[in-house]
Every structure is written in structure tokens, then in C-alpha cells.
């Protein structure tokens, strides 16, 4: 069984996150997302979350390509992850190219995906608040 990881905040779902987990899904058997816990994005990348992160991880955990969610709580679990689940592929979108290489001397191999144009989470709270002029 070819096993696939990806991490992610997955905050106010889009289907900028879906386009990835389903791509991330065919690149194997069985897919685990780890999500950005609430202090993770808070204290580690600045983020504050529209989503709890106790939803967020039950919004990814139900959708069809996932197979497994867990937390991620440090930037330092990757390698950790990657033992303890016998991860095969790794897979972030592209806007992360190259800051994950150092999976490969784990044997995992490392993909980026094209990001989908257009969406993103910041955008989504950016426009209700300023909805575009007419
Ligand atoms: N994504 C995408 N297209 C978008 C928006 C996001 O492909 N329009 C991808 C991102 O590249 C990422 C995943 O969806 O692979 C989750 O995106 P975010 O929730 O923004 O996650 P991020 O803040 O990038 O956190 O340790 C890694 C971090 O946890 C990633």
C-alpha cells in the first residue's frame, strides 16, 4: 500500500485544498493530512484561524480522499511522520517548492503540485470584507 502525506491549515475549506487532497490522493492508497493545530498557526505561522482547528481537522477527515488526520503541531515533525507512517510520497502545493527536499534522504519521495489559481483562505476573508466594487 503506497502510502501519501500532506500537511496544511485547511481553514475556511476551498476547493483550492480539495484540488490538492484528491491529487494527492491518486499519487497512492492512502492518504493522511496532517492539520496546523490553532497554536501551531497562531504561534509558528502567524495565522489566526476562522476555523477551530478541532473542526478543520473533522471537515478534512470527512472528505472522500482522506484516508487518516492528525495534528501538526511543529515544523519538525515531517521527518518524524514520515518514519512512524511509513510515508512514501510527500506532497504539498507548490507554493512550497524545494523547502521539503530534505525528505528525500528519507526515502520519501517529494511532490509539489501547481497550486490552484485564484482562491485562497486569505482571499476568502479579504473579499467578505471588501466585496469588489460593482
Ligand atoms: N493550496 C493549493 N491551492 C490553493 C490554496 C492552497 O494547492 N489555492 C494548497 C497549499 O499549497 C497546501 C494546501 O493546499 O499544500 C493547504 O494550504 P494551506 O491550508 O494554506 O496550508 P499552509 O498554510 O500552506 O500550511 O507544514 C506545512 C504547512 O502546514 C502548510
Redesign the pocket.
Known sequence: MKKVI??????LF????L??LRRAKELGDYLIV?V?TDR??LEE?G?ICAISDVDRMEIVRAIRYVDEVIP?DS?DQ?VKDCKKYGIDVF??????KGKFDFLKDEGVEVVY?????????TKIKHDLKEPAKK
Open positions: 500532506t500537511y496544511g491549515t485547511f481553514d476551498h476547493i483550492g485544498h484540488n490538492l496532517a496546523s501551531f498557526n505561522k495565522k501538526e515544523w515531517k506532497v504539498m502545493g507548490d507554493d512550497w503540485l501547481p497550486r490552484t489559481e485564484g482562491i485562497s483562505s
